[in-house]
């Protein structure tokens, strides 16, 4: 009966990860097909015509490759969101995208920004700072996963990544970066956390008996 609970878990948690990468690709198929460019839809920092990004940003790209790139991250990171963090996901996803996109807004240069880029780096350092912060085995595992698997991409939050390659939205992987700690910051006392080492258990259990 575990092992089915288990294999119903691993699907479940593919669930939204897998239709909302489905959603961006008909969103950009849609797109391209119609002769359309929806880049005005992304985010200008600074400008309330840009505001509307914040929500509508990370479902824009500017082309396959560019969405390519950020499709598979998406599906190993919010697979892992939900899996590790189950019901919890569903909240932090949705934060994770607003918060990402006000900072981009507040800080980024004078441009369009657009794709999911930042929802990927705000995954990434939420996993990564989530499961340090509560000193939970199993998390911290994802953790290192993270570092091994990410790590290299952390230059490209700064603006060295700008002189490399332009189109970059350095200051939207940095404004990931800080979303994903903060969520990590502030949602460290809900979900799966470390269990109590067996003398606290005990302990606990003593004061509760003599309160009796």
């Known amino acids: 009966m575990n092992g089915s609970f288990e294999k119903k878990r691993i699907l479940y948690a593919f669930f939204f990860p897998v239709l909302f990468i489905i959603a961006l690709w008909l969103i950009l198929i849609v797109e391209k097909v119609g002769g359309a460019d929806w880049s005005h839809l992304g985010i200008y920092p600074g400008k309330i015509n840009g505001l509307v990004g914040i929500i509508a940003s990370p479902l824009i790209h500017a082309d396959a490759k560019h969405l390519f790139s950020n499709s598979i991250p998406l599906l190993v990171l919010a697979w892992c969101l939900f899996y590790f963090y189950k019901d919890l996901g569903y909240i932090v996803f949705p934060v994770l995208w607003i ?59 700064f603006p060295i990544a700008e002189i490399v390659d332009p189109s970059i939205s350095w200051e939207g992987h940095l404004a990931g970066a800080i979303s994903g700690f903060f969520c990590a910051l502030i949602f460290s006392k809900q979900g799966p956390q470390n269990p109590p080492e067996p003398e606290e258990e005990e302990e606990e259990e003593e004061q509760i008996n003599e309160s009796q």
């Open 99 to 157: 918060l990402s996109g006000v900072f981009t807004w507040v800080f980024g240069r004078d441009s369009w920004h657009i794709g999911a880029s930042g929802l990927v780096y705000s995954l990434a350092f939420f996993l990564f700072f989530s499961g340090i912060f509560r000193r939970y085995i199993p998390l911290m595992a994802v953790s290192l996963m993270i570092v091994f698997l990410y790590g290299s991409t952390v230059w490209n939050m």
